[in-house]
T-cell receptor
Framework: KNEVEQSPQNLTAQEGEFITINCSYSVGISALHWLQQHPGGGIVSLFMLSSGKKKHGRLIATINIQEKHSSLHITASHPRDSAVYICAVRESGGSNYKLTFGKGTLLTVNP | DAGVIQSPRHEVTEMGQEVTLRCKPISGHNSLFWYRQTMMRGLELLIYFNNNVPIDDSGMPEDRFSAKMPNASFSTLKIQPSEPRDSAVYFC???????????FGPGTRLTVT
């Protein structure tokens, strides 16, 4: 059974700080997703990646397939980045439509 | 495109009542997913449709839950009878293909008293 672990569970930062959220998983995957959920809000897909690195604005996502690990970085953090960040993996093989979700990392960025 | 549309956004009902949640996927997407989110269990897949056909309903908690997709632009998730433990946020998501990025709706917050 695939386990998706995120760390830290909670993270508080000051505006402008560099943020790193980690995700590790236990089985082979075909893709990894990073999602963002604002309090009481909907879920937005930030990245889908299967290798290497992707960048969008101040957000950077990396993945190391051999180590079964991904990181989400936020540069020059801002209070509007405060949200829950969720890592989800899609296993390779038969059920390759199915996402297994981590429990999320609650990020609070203070002004 | 308007994105994935869900209705209602909030539903409060009494135990034993029937609840119907609705979803309109993004036009052209052939994969539709229903998820449930709770504090205890996080996000869980309830059912997956491909080209309007249910492919995997192993996440549906029990017979009280049913889902349909009568056409490519509409899906429903029904709970009958509802129970307090069904209180959660229910998300619908669609994608161009199951292996592509998923687009989530705004969710329906269900409270069963």
């Amino acid at each position: 059974k695939n386990e998706v672990e995120q760390s830290p569970q909670n993270l508080t930062a000051q505006e402008g700080e560099f943020i790193t959220i980690n995700c590790s998983y236990s089985v082979g995957i075909s893709a990894l997703h990073w999602l963002q959920q604002h309090p009481g809000g909907g879920i937005v897909s930030l990245f889908m990646l299967s290798s290497g690195k992707k960048k969008h604005g101040r957000l950077i996502a990396t993945i190391n397939i051999q180590e079964k690990h991904s990181s989400l970085h936020i540069t020059a953090s801002h209070p509007r980045d405060s949200a829950v960040y969720i890592c989800a993996v899609r296993e390779s093989g038969g059920s390759n439509y199915k996402l297994t979700f981590g429990k999320g990392t609650l990020l609070t960025v203070n002004p | 495109d308007a994105g994935v549309i869900q209705s209602p956004r909030h539903e409060v009902t009494e135990m034993g009542q029937e609840v119907t949640l609705r979803c309109k996927p993004i036009s052209g997407h052939n994969s539709l997913f229903w998820y449930r989110q709770t504090m205890m269990r996080g996000l869980e897949l309830l059912i997956y449709f491909n080209n309007n056909v249910p492919i995997d309903d192993s996440g549906m908690p029990e017979d009280r839950f049913s889902a349909k997709m009568p056409n490519a632009s509409f899906s429903t998730l029904k709970i009958q009878p509802s129970e307090p433990r069904d209180s959660a946020v229910y998300f619908c998501a669609s994608s161009f293909s199951a292996q592509y990025e998923q687009y989530f709706g705004p969710g329906t917050r269900l409270t069963v008293t």
